[in-house]
C-alpha cells in the first residue's frame, strides 16, 4: 500500500533517520511518539519500505519498482512484520509478540534486514510487554523494530528506556494547517478542526469526513443545558450512550482542561475549543475550580481504564451527573 507519508510536516524526523542509516547508525529500537492521528503509522511504514527497498533515492524515498518495493506494496513482502490489537479496544497479546519475535530471528529473505511494527505499542499487555523485552535487550542483527505510541506513559519503562525516542508534536499551523486546507478545501474550517483534533492533522481530517465537527455543537449544547438544568442529565446520559465514542469523550474532556485553563489563565487562555470560548468563559464563572480538576481527572482515569471498552452509558450519566450537581452545589 503506498501512503503519502512523509507528510510536509514529518520532514524533520525523516531527514534525521536517513542521516542516520546513511551514517550507519540507525538505533534497533525506536519509539516513534505523538498524538494519535498525527500520521505515526504511516511515516513508520514509508520508513519500512525505504528500508527495505534496493534502490532508495538520495533523501531515502523508495523506488517503488523493485522486487521488494512491489511486495511491499502488495501486503506481503516477508521481512516486515506489523502487529496490531485484533480489534479496536483489544490487547496485543503474548502470542503476537512472539510471532513477530521469531519473524524478527529469520534471516531476511531479501537482504535489506527485517522491520517490524507495533502500533499501538502501549496496547501490549504485560506478558507481551515482557516478552518483547528480550528482543529489546538482544536484537538481531540488521533488525529495525518501530514502537508507535500516543500515550507514553502507558508503557513500561523498561521499554521506554530501551528505545530511542522520535517525537511526533501536535501541528496547529504551518504545513500540517496548509494540508488539511486542502484536503478540507476550506482553509476556515481547517483552523478549528485541527484545535479540536488536539493538532493530529489525519485524525482533523476524519473528524471533518464524519460530521464530528458538528455532532459536537449538539453534545456542548446538551452540556451546557444539563448544567442550567433545562435538560435531566440521567436523559441526556442515555441519549450520548447510543452513539459516544470515547474519541467524542477525549473531546468533553478538551471542554473541562479549557474551563481550568480559563480560571486559571483568564480570558487570554489559548484553548483547545476556541470556537467556544465565550460559552466555556460563561460555564466557569459559576463552577468551583476544584471541582473541575477533580471531574477532568476522574474522566481522564475513566478513560484510560476502558481503553475502548467503554459503557458509554454509564460512563456519560457519572460524568453529566457530576457535572450539573457541581453547579448546582456552586449555586446554593
Ligand atoms: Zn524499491
Known sequence: MKTAAPYAWQQAQWQALQQRRSAASLPHALLLSGPA??????????????????????DGEPCG???????????????FHLTQPPDAGK????????????????????????VAIIEPAERMNANAANA??????????????????SRPAMLLPTIRSRCQQLLFPPQHTGAALDW?????????QATLTLAIAGGAPLRARAMAEEGAVERRRTLFDDFVATAECRKDPVAVAAEWGQFVTTDMLWTVAGWYADMVRLRIAGSSAQLSNPDLRERLQALTEHVDLADLFQQLERLHETLRLMRGQLNSQLVCEELLLGWSSSRRVERQ
Open 37 to 58: 492521528g498525527v500520521g505515526k503509522l504511516d511515516f513508520a511504514r514509508r520508513l519500512a519500505e525505504s528500508l527495505l527497498c534496493e534502490h532508495p533515492g538520495r
Open 65 to 79: 519498482q523493485c522486487r521488494s518495493c512491489r511486495l511491499f506494496q502488495a501486503g506481503n513482502h516477508p521481512d
Open 91 to 114: 490487547e496485543i497479546t503474548v502470542g503476537a509478540i512472539r510471532e513477530l519475535v521469531a519473524n524478527q530471528t529469520l534471516t531476511p529473505q531479501y537482504g535489506r534486514g527485517r
Open 132 to 149: 518483547l523485552l528480550k528482543t529489546l535487550e538482544e536484537p538481531s542483527a540488521g533488525t529495525v523494530l518501530l514502537l508507535l505510541v
Open 180 to 188: 488539511l486546507a486542502t484536503q478540507l478545501g476550506d482553509s476556515g
